[in-house]
């Protein structure tokens, strides 16, 4: 059921320090098995530092329920699912800030 009516104490988000991020958010790691779908290859360390840099930002920024109606934040799925796609930096920065960033205000 979804919830249509809004907090009503909000609770203030603090930053988070930079070594909890850097524990929640670890460069990603090989698939742990051969069995695992394989990753297209990325060029380069860029879209591995672009998916760690909206992740940590996606967390610092929005909460995993958005606006009154609750709807649920799917950015990190997404961000995941094209960089094991073999998406590029700027494409994951662009997916970021013009998909999710816009209509999680």
């Not at 958005?66 to 960089?83: D, M, P, T, V």
């Amino acid at each position: 059921m979804v919830n249509t009516i809004p907090p009503a104490n909000p609770i203030p988000v603090a930053p988070s320090p930079a070594e909890v991020l850097a524990r929640l958010f670890p460069t990603p790691a090989l698939p742990p098995s051969v069995l695992a779908p394989a990753r297209l290859p990325n060029a380069g360390p860029g879209p591995t530092a672009a998916l760690l840099k909206t992740l940590k930002d996606n967390h610092e920024r929005s909460h995993v329920f958005f606006n009154y109606y609750s709807f649920h934040n799917h950015a990190a799925h997404h961000l995941l699912a094209i960089w094991a796609l073999g998406a590029s930096g700027p494409l994951i920065t662009a997916a970021y800030e013009d998909t999710h960033l816009d209509h999680m205000r």
